[in-house]
Nanobody, 124 residues
Framework: QVQLVESGGGLVQAGGSLRLSCAAS????????MAWFRQAPGEEREFVGA????????HYAGSVRGRFTISRDNAKNTVYLQMISLKPEDTAVYYC?????????????????WGKGTQVTVSS
């Protein structure tokens, strides 16, 4: 049974940092493109960024580029999202997702496995 479990969310002041983790089980992480999405109340699920299987390419949404960094440790079956210079508009539930394609997508419908999310709240 495949499970993705996010952790590391919380309440932080604007300008602060958080590091999210996504621990995978039931799959071999190195076979999957991994992505982070977020969803704020009343909003659609939004692509944050993705990292390819070999971790040598990342792609970010314009709203987070330069502030967020995705990394992965395939040996630990874990993906990370380092967030700095957080803004109130970054407040959302953050989800990690896995796709067995070699080409990443910004469309959430592409991803086949999802975690349950972790809440990030940025206060002004």
């Amino acid at each position: 049974q495949v499970q993705l479990v996010e952790s590391g969310g919380g309440l932080v002041q604007a300008g602060g940092s958080l590091r999210l983790s996504c621990a995978a089980s039931g799959l071999t992480l190195s076979r999957y493109t991994m992505a982070w999405f977020r969803q704020a109340p009343g909003e659609e699920r939004e692509f944050v960024g993705a990292i390819n299987k070999n971790a040598d390419m990342q792609h970010y949404a314009g709203s987070v580029r330069g502030r967020f960094t995705i990394s992965r440790d395939n040996a630990k079956n874990t993906v990370y999202l380092q967030m700095i210079s957080l803004k109130p508009e970054d407040t959302a539930v953050y989800y990690c997702a896995a796709d067995d394609s070699s080409v990443w997508s910004t469309a959430w419908q592409t991803y086949i496995y999802w975690g349950k999310g972790t809440q990030v709240t940025v206060s002004s």
